[in-house]
């Protein structure tokens, strides 16, 4: 009688244990299917947290207290963060694991061997080069460094101003992926002498590390360059156009332009990839910087910038980085039409037109998040 009790217990218990395990795979299936319907690509365990609609509400209530004329691209650049942080979520891991207390151990580990220079880049032309052409790029993308080579980013006079071209590399994380990948970058300096490579990994929140190297090489091996485009390998950039704006210009006077981003909150997220806890930066707003599609400076404001930023505690976000080092030099930078670094969209106006016009791109500068082949 007792056995045959205890094992009734036993079945009843294991019952509920198969009913709830059931009940519990139904819920992660709907949620399966609800992130699909919403268009990702994989269900993250962690998705059940939605850390976007509250984002984008602090970012929409920025734009409308915030009186600045720059509204319409605040509200635009908070859909391009919530679409980024859609994306992150599904590879959680990447972000949430960055060591953000290492970084603030390691911050002061700032100088980084040049393990490939171009020591005589500037000093082909008698009077320096008129631009000189900064891109930031990674060891594995040769294509893209190819096509900005072959297309926006020739060297050479540009309505008789000197053009000069210098790609940004660092260390590639994973070598046992590019095994020869030292050789090749050998080679390709050799071919183009147009790659400079430091020593320091090439990682996302590395990037302010770039800058920094870049600045102080300009100041040391181009410093008789007029002005700097610094920008990303998938831009298009209307060199014409620049050169034009620039020939008004003076060298030696302060220059920073862009497309600027005002007011701009630290995203408290933390999925989010460009997550920054409190312990990193306290204040509830970044000084004005610019977006990282490309900018301008003048050969004066690069010599200060160079100076300021190696006093600036390093940031892991590099654009935010550089905003910091302009409000050390007091420094506004100016805000410029021409700086599409989100894109461009088609006016109403001129609906029948297609999105590679070239009406679309006579009065542009610089045009953001491009593909090899639209470049
Ligand atoms: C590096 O790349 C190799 C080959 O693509 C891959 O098998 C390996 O898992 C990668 N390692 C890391 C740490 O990502
Ligand atoms: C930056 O590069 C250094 C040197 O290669 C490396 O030790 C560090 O882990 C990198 N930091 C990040 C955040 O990737």
Same mark, same amino acid.
């Given at each position: 009688?007792?056995?045959?009790?205890?094992?009734?217990?036993?079945?009843?218990?294991?019952?509920?244990?198969?009913?709830?395990?059931?009940?519990?795979?139904?819920?992660?299936?709907?949620?399966?299917?609800?992130?699909?319907?919403?268009?990702?690509?994989?269900?993250?365990?962690?998705?059940?947290?939605?850390?976007?609609?509250?984002?984008?509400?602090?970012?929409? *209530?920025?734009?409308?207290?915030?009186?600045?004329?720059?509204?319409?691209?605040?509200?635009?650049?908070?859909?391009?963060?919530?679409?980024? $942080?859609?994306?992150?979520?599904?590879?959680?891991?990447?972000?949430?694991?960055?060591?953000?207390?290492?970084?603030?151990?390691?911050?002061?580990?700032?100088?980084?061997?040049?393990?490939? *220079?171009?020591?005589?880049?500037?000093?082909?032309?008698?009077?320096?080069?008129?631009?000189?052409?900064?891109?930031?790029?990674?060891?594995?993308?040769?294509?893209?460094?190819?096509?900005?080579?072959?297309?926006?980013?020739?060297?050479?006079?540009?309505?008789?101003?000197?053009?000069?071209?210098?790609?940004?590399?660092?260390?590639?994380?994973?070598?046992?992926?590019?095994?020869?990948?030292?050789?090749?970058?050998?080679?390709?300096?050799?071919?183009?002498?147009?790659?400079?490579?430091?020593?320091?990994?090439?990682?996302?929140? *590395?990037?302010?590390?770039?800058?920094?190297?870049?600045?102080?090489?300009?100041?040391?091996?181009?410093?008789?360059?007029?002005?700097?485009?610094?920008? $990303?390998?998938?831009?298009?950039?209307?060199?014409?156009?620049?050169?034009?704006?620039?020939?008004?210009?003076?060298?030696?006077?302060?220059?920073?332009?862009?497309?600027?981003?005002?007011?701009?909150?630290?995203?408290?997220?933390?999925?989010?990839?460009?997550?920054?806890?409190?312990?990193?930066?306290?204040?509830?707003?970044?000084?004005?910087?610019?977006?990282?599609?490309?900018?301008?400076?003048?050969?004066?404001?690069?010599?200060?910038?160079?100076?300021?930023?190696?006093?600036?505690?390093?940031?892991?976000?590099? $654009?935010?980085?550089?905003?910091?080092?302009?409000?050390?030099?007091?420094?506004?930078?100016?805000?410029?039409?021409?700086?599409?670094?989100?894109?461009?969209?088609?006016?109403?106006?001129?609906?029948?037109?297609?999105?590679?016009?070239?009406?679309?791109?006579?009065?542009?500068?610089?045009?953001?998040?491009?593909?090899?082949?639209?470049?």
């Amino acid at each position: 009688m007792r056995v045959q009790l205890k094992g009734d217990a036993i079945c009843t218990l294991f019952l509920v244990v198969a009913l709830c395990t059931m009940l519990y795979s139904q819920l992660g299936h709907t949620s399966v299917r609800e992130e699909k319907a919403n268009g990702q690509r994989k269900p993250p365990a962690t998705s059940r947290i939605f850390p976007i609609p509250a984002a984008l509400q602090q970012r929409l *209530n920025a734009g409308a207290t915030a009186a600045k004329p720059r509204t319409i691209s605040e509200v635009k650049r908070a859909k391009v963060e919530i679409q980024e $942080d859609l994306t992150t979520t599904l590879a959680p891991l990447t972000h949430s694991a960055f060591d953000f207390k290492g970084y603030l151990r390691n911050k002061d580990n700032r100088k980084f061997e040049l393990l490939v *220079n171009q020591p005589k880049k500037c000093r082909t032309n008698p009077g320096g080069p008129f631009l000189l052409i900064a891109i930031k790029s990674l060891v594995e993308d040769f294509d893209r460094r190819e096509v900005v080579r072959k297309t926006w980013g020739r060297e050479g006079p540009v309505n008789g101003a000197q053009v000069q071209r210098v790609f940004l590399l660092g260390v590639p994380k994973n070598k046992t992926s590019l095994p020869m990948w030292e050789t090749l970058v050998r080679q390709e300096s050799q071919m183009y002498r147009d790659v400079l490579l430091w020593g320091f990994q090439d990682t996302f929140f *590395n990037l302010t590390l770039k800058e920094i190297h870049f600045l102080s090489w300009a100041e040391e091996f181009c410093s008789n360059a007029k002005f700097i485009f610094k920008g $990303d390998a998938d831009v298009f950039v209307n060199v014409e156009n620049i050169v034009n704006f620039l020939e008004k210009q003076d060298p030696s006077e302060d220059l920073f332009v862009g497309d600027i981003i005002y007011n701009a909150h630290p995203i408290r997220v933390r999925k989010s990839k460009y997550y920054i806890p409190e312990s990193m930066y306290g204040l509830g707003m970044y000084p004005a910087y610019a977006g990282g599609g490309g900018f301008l400076l003048s050969c004066s404001t690069m010599k200060k910038l160079s100076r300021a930023c190696g006093e600036v505690e390093l940031f892991p976000i590099d $654009d935010v980085f550089l905003g910091m080092c302009l409000q050390r030099i007091n420094l506004k930078p100016v805000m410029h039409e021409g700086f599409k670094t989100f894109g461009i969209t088609k006016p109403s106006a001129a609906p029948h037109l297609q999105t590679f016009d070239p009406c679309f791109y006579k009065d542009l500068m610089v045009v953001h998040s491009l593909k090899v082949a639209e470049i």
